[in-house]
Nanobody, 111 residues
Framework: QVQLVESGGGLVQPGGSLRLSCTAS????????MGWHRQAPGKPRELVAS???????NYADSVKGRFTISRDNAKNTVYLQMNSLKPEDTAVYYC?????WGQGTQVTVSS
């Protein structure tokens, strides 16, 4: 079955950086679009970024210029580099592929 395992979350001060990783198994990774979503308390889950097998990327307006999604097909891993973090970026971040979600990783931006 498809499994997605995220890592890299944590507590960071405003203006700081974090890199999230998501390793997939059970899918032909290189052929699938991969996504990062997030859900803050009391808010619906939202798309943060996605990357196609071609490498084409898409970002939510709120993270453009600050976040970068990338993929390493040899490692079946997708990354989300998050820079210039803001308190409003605080959320549980989820990796997604083929309709499956990972368990999520908490990102907290606070001084």
């Amino acid at each position: 079955q498809v499994q997605l395992v995220e890592s890299g979350g944590g507590l960071v001060q405003p203006g700081g950086s974090l890199r999230l990783s998501c390793t997939a198994s059970g899918i032909i990774f290189s052929k699938n679009i991969m996504g990062w979503h997030r859900q803050a308390p009391g808010k619906p889950r939202e798309l943060v970024a996605s990357i196609r097998s071609s490498g084409d990327t898409n970002y939510a307006d709120s993270v453009k210029g600050r976040f970068t999604i990338s993929r390493d097909n040899a490692k079946n891993t997708v990354y989300l580099q998050m820079n210039s973090l803001k308190p409003e970026d605080t959320a549980v971040y989820y990796c997604s592929a083929v309709g499956v979600w990972g368990q999520g990783t908490q990102v907290t931006v606070s001084s």
